[in-house]
């Protein structure tokens, strides 16, 4: 059976060294990639390409706290920890565009600052949650019809 290569790149804002922030990576439910995020980091797998299959990636941001966030005297946020995930690829072809036309879910609750909600995904992942990407396989055919 054919293979896919999926890779992407994550980099991290606002680095605390002796306090990283971790992402776990799920191909439909499987852990593939779980690490602390300590520095820019690009991570690759493979992907069964089969027939007619819905797949998903699933992006698990965790372990954020409020010692990833500098506040003023006013409690305005100066800067905050941040994994910035892009170059979204498979068999080296970007999606990056297509997810900036229909942006992914981002479900999060503000790192416990509110209730849950669903946000589009712009790259950025500020807080504890998930981004998840759905896609179909064969790949190319999906590609095509989401250009």
């Known amino acids: 059976m054919d293979t896919l290569e999926f890779s992407c790149d ?45 797949q998903s990636i699933e992006f698990i941001v965790s372990q954020k706290s409020d010692i990833h966030t500098t ?7 100066i800067c905050s920890t941040e994994l910035i995930i892009n170059n979204i690829k498979f068999d080296d072809i970007s999606i990056d565009k297509i997810i900036a036309a229909n942006p992914l879910p981002y479900i999060h609750n503000s790192n ?3 209730k849950e909600v669903i946000d589009n ?3 950025v992942a500020g807080c504890n949650g998930s981004i998840k990407l759905t896609f179909t396989t064969p790949f190319y055919l999906w590609l095509l019809e989401n250009m």
């Not at 922030?21 to 439910?29: F, M």
């Not at 852990?31 to 991570?43: G, R």
């Not at 506040?71 to 946020?77: K, M, Q, R, T, V």
Request: hydrophobic share 30%; charged share 20%.
């Open 112 to 114: 416990g600052n509110s």
């Open 10 to 54: 994550v980099d991290i804002q606002h680095s605390i060294d002796d306090n990283p922030i971790n992402l776990e990576i799920k191909l439909n439910n499987n852990s593939v990639y779980k690490n602390n995020i300590i520095k820019n980091t690009h991570i690759q797998f493979p992907i069964l390409d089969a027939d007619n299959e819905e």
């Open 71 to 77: 506040l003023d005297s006013n409690g305005e946020i």
């Open 121 to 123: 995904f712009y790259n």
